[in-house]
């Protein structure tokens, strides 16, 4: 009898799942959010994913390495994504996705180099490394890592209400800092790719002091520098629902007033899921957002 248990053979994650829609569109590169945590993956972006394809969008939905304490991993899918998809894409991600999402439109602006590394070991800040893939797979029990491999497709984006709410304040001598990456960022910033980012946790700083998700951010970066994994996209739109509880507004006005040229554009009533949800009153801001960027 013929051997047939390749028909049941386990295998590792997808690294990406694909949504077809129109070839003439940019490709919609999806990061799920789930502050960076093991036990959220790209399952809960697939109704959204699936209504984006619906609209004519090719959509993307990317995966990536979980393992508290390792952001390098996590980043080095990311940026394994962007390699490997087309140069016409829009980012797109939503709460620690929407932190990815601006993360990986600066890295395809050239903002973020060889610059993420595993943990400094003696309490210093880590230097540089990997951009390799992660070495060897996650032992039984630990988070399952899953690399984000090639796709290509087509892109797009659109809009609706405006205004570019950005205030926040922050210490000075986080301020000085931040200043001086933007001007540095501004003369570094190679071509950028359209990105949105949907209640995003944008400033691992706040995010930290507010203690989201009880130590969200500690836990994803661990002994490593936040330094590298701030994003440092200059030109970015950002969407957030006013009665968020879970990403604070706050966070993305803190983002946005260190980088003046990008967009907030506030939904009055909205939560922080309802940006994902195809049935919501602040869906249609999405999509106005996204055929925006097609205009």
């Known amino acids: 009898m013929e051997d047939r248990s390749v028909l049941e053979r386990a ?11 129109d070839p003439r569109r940019p490709v919609i590169a999806l990061i799920h959010g789930g502050f960076w945590r093991p036990e959220y993956d790209l399952t809960h972006l697939r109704p959204m994913a699936s209504a984006l394809a619906d609209l004519g969008w090719p959509v993307a939905l990317l995966e990536y390495t979980r393992i508290p304490g390792r952001p390098d991993l996590m980043v080095a899918d990311i940026k394994r994504a962007m390699d490997s998809l087309p140069d016409d894409i829009i980012v797109m991600g939503h709460s620690a996705g929407g932190h990815l999402a601006l993360w990986a439109a600066g890295y395809r602006a050239g903002l973020h180099g060889d ?16 951009s390799g893939p992660p070495g060897g797979s996650a032992a039984a029990g630990e988070a399952v890592a899953t690399g984000a491999a090639g796709m290509a497709g087509g892109h797009a984006m659109g809009a609706s209400a405006a205004g570019n709410e950005a205030s926040g304040e922050a210490g000075s001598g986080a301020a000085q800092t931040a200043a001086g990456r933007e001007a540095m960022a501004r003369q570094s910033e190679g071509p950028q790719v359209p990105v949105i980012a949907l209640a995003p946790v944008a400033d691992l700083e706040l995010a930290r002091e507010l203690n989201l998700d009880e130590g969200a951010v500690q836990d994803f970066l661990g002994d490593h520098s936040p330094e590298p994994y701030q994003p440092a996209v200059s030109r970015a739109t950002i969407i957030h629902g006013d009665d968020d509880v879970i990403v604070p507004v706050s966070v993305s006005e803190r983002y946005l007033s260190r980088h003046v040229e990008g967009r907030l554009i506030r939904v009055p009533a909205a939560g922080h899921f309802a940006l994902i949800d195809p049935h919501s009153e602040a869906w249609p801001v999405v999509i106005d957002e996204l055929n925006r960027l097609l205009a």
Request: no cysteine.
């Open 11 to 21: 295998a590792r994650p997808a690294d990406a799942e694909m949504y077809f829609g």
């Open 115 to 130: 610059n993420t590394s595993g943990p400094a070991t003696d309490g210093s800040a880590a230097g540089t490394v990997t």
